[in-house]
């Protein structure tokens, strides 16, 4: 880069002293100094026109160089977007499932308590028309369908370990029951 830099710059300097020359030959051959005041003042225009064009290059590869960067920022940035883009979509897709997902447990919550409705109606009845044993079974199997109601929309540990520790309750009496 420093040697094609170091090669327009002696280029330009050669050329600058050529144009020089042709300007001083011009102004010796001309005797009016009009003519030779007019000379000078394109020789000045000439120069501030060389600096100016050497500082508009300077600039247009300062604007490049940021240019090129800028395009490498721009694809960064596109990378990023597309990923967030698809994350974007993966947190809709999750969205629908979960939403139909609660769709179905609340269908299932109104099933429970539909049939579990139903079970304490007909243990009613079965304790109206049988003997004890048969409302103790249909009145346990009704708590552990609540309790399981509880279970899946709560999710407490401790309620979980209540209703296994109450089920084997229930189981253990029903044993001595019926061995007595």
């Known amino acids: 880069m420093n040697v094609n830099n170091e090669i327009e710059d002696y280029e330009e ?35 501030s026109l060389l600096t100016l064009n050497g500082t508009l290059e300077e600039t247009i590869k300062k604007q490049s160089s940021n240019l090129n960067t800028f395009e490498s920022m721009t694809d960064v940035q596109q990378l990023q977007l597309d990923h967030i883009t698809k994350v974007e979509e993966l947190m809709r897709e999750l969205s629908i499932k979960i939403s139909s997902q609660e769709l179905e447990i609340r269908n299932l919550k109104n099933k429970l308590e539909d049939n579990s409705g139903q079970q304490q109606k007909v243990s009613l009845l079965n304790m109206n028309n049988k003997p004890n044993e048969k409302f103790i079974f249909t009145l346990g199997k009704f708590l552990i369908l609540a309790s399981l109601y509880g279970i899946l929309f709560n999710l407490n540990f401790e309620k979980i370990w209540n209703l296994l520790k109450s089920l084997l309750e229930y189981l253990y009496s029903m044993i001595q029951e019926t061995f007595q």
Do not use: Y
Not at 14 to 19: A, L, Q, R
């Open 13 to 47: 300097e050669n050329t600058v002293e050529d144009d020089q020359e042709e300007l001083e030959e011009l102004m010796n051959m001309s005797s009016n100094p009009k003519i030779q005041r007019k000379f000078l003042d394109l020789k000045i225009a000439n120069k």
